[in-house]
C-alpha cells in the first residue's frame, strides 16, 4: 500500500496507468449508439416536461408538478413520450458521434504534443477533446432537436381551452420534417443552430471533462484503501454511477441558458400559430430580451429543477453502458 500511494501522487499520474486496449472506431459507434438509446428512454419523460416549461408562458404551467399533472391530465403517459422516435434515433447517433469523435481527437492531441498512443491526456485536453466533438454533434442534432421540440410543445397550445384551429396539427416526425421542407427550405431543419452549437461544445466539454475527473479522483482517493485501484477501468458500477450523474449534472449546469434560448427559437412558430405574434420569428438578441422579460435571470433556468433530476439517472445509464461495453471487448481482444 506505501508503495501505491508513493506510485500516485497527482491525477495525472493516475490516469497514466489505465492500460486496456483503446476501443476500435466501429466499437464506439456502437457502444456510443448503444449508450445514447438507454440514457434516452431513461429521460425523455423529463425532457418533455423541461421543454414545455421552457417555452410556454407562465401562466400555462405553475411549476414542474402542474406542468406533470397537465400533461398526465390532458394527454395520458403517452404525453410524456410523446415525439420520441426522432430524438431516439438522433441521440444513438449523438453519442455514436459524440464517443468516436473525443476519442479520435484524443488521438489528434497526443500527434500534436508528441505523446505516445497509451498516455492518458491532461483534463485540460479532454476538456477540448469534448468540445470539439460537441461541436460535430451539433450539427448532427439540431434537426433532431427541433422536430423534437415542435412535437413536445404542440399540444400545450390547446391546454385549459379548444386548440387554435390555425395551428398546424404534426401527426409524427416525418410531417413536422416534410412541413418545414416545404414552408421554409433546408434551412428550415437548422433554425437554432447557433446556440445548439455553442450549447454542445460548452455543455460536451464539461460532460467528458467532468466524467474524466471524478472518475480520476475516485481512483485517487482509493489509495488509501486496502485495495487501491489504478485507473478508470478498475471502477466497479457505484463509481461509474457517481461519474456518469456528475458529468450530466455538468453538461446542464453549463449550458441550460443556452438550452432555454434554443428551445423558444425552434418552437416560436408552433406557440404563435394564429395570433398576432406568428409573423415574428426572433434572433438570438431577440429571443433572450423576450426571456429576460419574462421574469429577469430565473426565466433562464425555467425547468433546471427536473433537468438535473434527470441528468443523474439517464447520464450513470449512458456511461455504463458505454463503459461496460467497452471492457467487455478489451477482454475479448485479449483472447
Given at each position: 500500500?506505501i508503495?501505491?500511494?508513493?506510485?500516485?501522487h497527482?491525477?495525472?499520474e493516475?490516469?497514466?496507468?489505465?492500460?486496456?486496449?483503446?476501443a476500435?472506431?466501429i466499437?464506439?459507434?456502437?457502444?456510443?449508439s448503444?449508450a445514447?438509446?438507454m440514457?434516452?428512454?431513461?429521460?425523455?419523460?423529463f425532457?418533455?416536461?423541461?421543454?414545455?416549461l421552457?417555452?410556454?408562458?407562465t401562466?400555462v404551467?405553475?411549476?414542474?408538478?402542474?406542468?406533470?399533472k397537465?400533461?398526465?391530465?390532458?394527454?395520458g403517459?403517452?404525453?410524456?413520450y410523446?415525439g420520441?422516435?426522432?430524438?431516439?434515433?438522433g441521440?444513438?447517433?449523438?453519442?455514436?458521434?459524440a464517443?468516436?469523435?473525443?476519442?479520435?481527437?484524443?488521438?489528434?492531441?497526443r500527434?500534436?504534443t508528441g505523446?505516445r498512443p497509451e498516455?492518458?491526456?491532461?483534463?485540460?485536453?479532454?476538456?477540448?477533446?469534448?468540445?470539439?466533438?460537441g461541436?460535430?454533434?451539433?450539427?448532427?442534432?439540431?434537426?433532431?432537436?427541433?422536430?423534437k421540440?415542435?412535437?413536445?410543445v404542440?399540444?400545450?397550445?390547446?391546454?385549459g381551452?379548444?386548440?387554435?384551429p390555425?395551428a398546424?396539427?404534426?401527426?409524427?416526425?416525418?410531417?413536422?420534417?416534410?412541413?418545414?421542407?416545404r414552408?421554409?427550405?433546408?434551412?428550415?431543419?437548422?433554425k437554432?443552430?447557433?446556440?445548439t452549437?455553442?450549447?454542445?461544445?460548452?455543455?460536451?466539454g464539461?460532460w467528458?471533462?467532468?466524467?474524466?475527473?471524478?472518475?480520476?479522483?475516485?481512483?485517487r482517493?482509493?489509495q488509501?484503501?486496502?485495495?487501491?485501484l489504478?485507473?478508470?477501468?478498475d471502477?466497479?458500477?457505484?463509481?461509474?454511477?457517481?461519474?456518469?450523474?456528475?458529468a450530466?449534472?455538468?453538461?446542464?449546469?453549463?449550458s441550460?441558458?443556452i438550452?432555454?434560448?434554443?428551445?423558444?427559437?425552434?418552437?416560436?412558430d408552433v406557440?404563435?400559430?394564429?395570433?398576432?405574434?406568428?409573423?415574428?420569428r426572433p434572433?438570438?438578441?431577440?429571443?433572450?430580451?423576450?426571456?429576460?422579460?419574462?421574469?429577469?435571470?430565473?426565466?433562464?433556468?425555467?425547468?433546471l429543477?427536473?433537468?438535473?433530476?434527470?441528468a443523474?439517472?439517464?447520464?450513470?445509464?449512458?456511461?455504463?453502458?458505454?463503459?461496460?461495453?467497452?471492457?467487455?471487448?478489451a477482454?475479448?481482444?485479449?483472447?
Amino acid at each position: 500500500l506505501i508503495s501505491m500511494e508513493a506510485e500516485f501522487h497527482t491525477v495525472s499520474e493516475i490516469a497514466q496507468h489505465d492500460s486496456r486496449p483503446k476501443a476500435t472506431g466501429i466499437e464506439d459507434l456502437a457502444f456510443g449508439s448503444l449508450a445514447g438509446m438507454m440514457g434516452k428512454c431513461v429521460e425523455y419523460p423529463f425532457d418533455t416536461v423541461k421543454v414545455r416549461l421552457q417555452t410556454s408562458e407562465t401562466q400555462v404551467f405553475s411549476g414542474t408538478l402542474d406542468c406533470l399533472k397537465q400533461t398526465w391530465n390532458n394527454e395520458g403517459f403517452r404525453g410524456f413520450y410523446r415525439g420520441l422516435t426522432s430524438p431516439l434515433v438522433g441521440a444513438m447517433a449523438e453519442n455514436a458521434i459524440a464517443f468516436y469523435a473525443y476519442n479520435r481527437i484524443q488521438g489528434v492531441i497526443r500527434t500534436a504534443t508528441g505523446a505516445r498512443p497509451e498516455d492518458s491526456l491532461s483534463l485540460p485536453q479532454l476538456f477540448l477533446s469534448g468540445g470539439l466533438s460537441g461541436t460535430i454533434c451539433a450539427f448532427v442534432i439540431s434537426p433532431v432537436e427541433l422536430v423534437k421540440c415542435k412535437l413536445q410543445v404542440e399540444n400545450v397550445q390547446g391546454y385549459g381551452g379548444p386548440a387554435n384551429p390555425a395551428a398546424v396539427k404534426f401527426k409524427g416526425p416525418l410531417s413536422v420534417v416534410s412541413h418545414l421542407l416545404r414552408t421554409q427550405g433546408l434551412t428550415g431543419l437548422y433554425k437554432g443552430i447557433t446556440p445548439t452549437v455553442a450549447r454542445e461544445t460548452i455543455g460536451v466539454g464539461f460532460w467528458f471533462g467532468a466524467y474524466e475527473l471524478v472518475c480520476r479522483q475516485l481512483v485517487r482517493a482509493s489509495q488509501h484503501s486496502a485495495k487501491p485501484l489504478r485507473s478508470k477501468a478498475d471502477l466497479g458500477p457505484a463509481g461509474i454511477i457517481l461519474a456518469g450523474g456528475c458529468a450530466g449534472i455538468s453538461y446542464n449546469l453549463a449550458s441550460y441558458p443556452i438550452d432555454v434560448v434554443k428551445s423558444f427559437i425552434q418552437t416560436a412558430d408552433v406557440r404563435s400559430a394564429g395570433s398576432s405574434l406568428a409573423a415574428e420569428r426572433p434572433g438570438i438578441a431577440g429571443t433572450i430580451r423576450i426571456v429576460y422579460g419574462r421574469g429577469g435571470i430565473p426565466a433562464f433556468y425555467r425547468g433546471l429543477g427536473i433537468t438535473l433530476l434527470r441528468a443523474f439517472p439517464a447520464n450513470a445509464a449512458m456511461f455504463m453502458t458505454y463503459e461496460y461495453l467497452s471492457r467487455l471487448a478489451a477482454e475479448l481482444h485479449k483472447k
